[in-house]
C-alpha cells in the first residue's frame, strides 16, 4: 500500500453499467492500486456508472453534446475539468464517445482503453460491446479475450500493453463469450491500471511493456 500523497490522479470515462470502473475502483479501495478516482465522465447520464460513482462518493461530470453542443465549448468544458483535478491518468471503461484529438495529444502515453476482442482483430468503428462477440463467433474464431491499449487519435488502434486469451467454445453464444470476456477484462484492467500507478509501464521502440512488481 503507498502513501497518499503518492497516489496517481486518475479520471474514469465510462458510458454504461461501469463493471470495469468498478473492478477497478474495488482494488483502489483495498490498497492494491495507488491511484484515487477524481471523476468520473459520462455522456450517459443514467448511466450504472454514473449512479455507482454517486453512491461511492466519487464526484461525477456529465459531459456530452446536449449540455456542451458547440465543439470548442465541448472540448474546453472536458480540457478545463481535467485541469482542474490535476488529471495523470484517463481511464476509458466502456466509454463509447471519441476523446477530443487535443486531449488525445495532451495527454500522450497517458490514456488507456479496454476493448473486449484481441486486437486488432474486431477494432475500429462499429466494433463495440455485442457486436463485437457476434463477430468472433460468425467468423468461427477459436479464441478471443480483452485487450487494453494507449489511445491514439484512430479507435481501438493505440499499442497494446496487455491482452488475455480466452478459447471460444463450440456453439457458444455471444451472450456467453461476453460474459466470459468480461470476466477477464475484471482482472486485466485493474492490473494495467495498477502497473502505470506504479510506474511499471516501460516503452521500448514506442511500444508498452509491463515489468513486474516486487
Ligand atoms: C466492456 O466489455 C468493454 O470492453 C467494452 O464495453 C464494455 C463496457 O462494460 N468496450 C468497448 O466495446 C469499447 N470499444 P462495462 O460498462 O460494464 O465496463
Known amino acids: 500500500m503507498s502513501l497518499n500523497s503518492n497516489l496517481v490522479n486518475i479520471v474514469v470515462f465510462a458510458s454504461g453499467s461501469g463493471s470495469n470502473f468498478k473492478s ?13 478516482i477524481k471523476i468520473v465522465v459520462s455522456n450517459n447520464p ?19 453534446k446536449v449540455r456542451f453542443h458547440n465543439e470548442e465549448k465541448y472540448y474546453e468544458s472536458l480540457s478545463k475539468k481535467l485541469i482542474e483535478v490535476n488529471a495523470e491518468l484517463l481511464v476509458l471503461a466502456g466509454f463509447m464517445k471519441k476523446i477530443p484529438d487535443e486531449i488525445v495529444a495532451h495527454f500522450e502515453r497517458r490514456i488507456i482503453n479496454i476493448h473486449p476482442s484481441l486486437l486488432p482483430k474486431f477494432g475500429g468503428k462499429g466494433f463495440f460491446g455485442m457486436n463485437v462477440h457476434r ?26 500493453v496487455a491482452q488475455s486469451v480466452i478459447t471460444v467454445n463450440d456453439n457458444e453464444s455471444p451472450e456467453d463469450l461476453a460474459a466470459r470476456v468480461l470476466v477477464e477484462e475484471h482482472k486485466l484492467y485493474p492490473e494495467v ?3 502505470f500507478c506504479e510506474n511499471r ?10 515489468v513486474k512488481g516486487n
Open 24 to 36: 477497478i475502483h474495488q482494488k483502489i479501495k483495498e490498497g492494491e492500486i495507488s491511484g484515487k
Open 46 to 64: 443514467n448511466s450504472g456508472a454514473l449512479k455507482y460513482a454517486i453512491s461511492e462518493g466519487i464526484p461525477i461530470f456529465i459531459h456530452n
Open 135 to 160: 463477430a468472433v463467433i460468425q467468423l468461427g474464431e477459436k479464441e478471443s479475450g480483452a485487450s487494453v491499449h494507449f489511445v491514439n487519435k484512430i479507435y481501438d488502434d493505440g499499442p497494446i
Open 193 to 195: 491500471v495498477k502497473a
Open 201 to 210: 509501464i516501460l516503452w521500448e521502440n514506442n511500444k508498452p511493456i509491463i
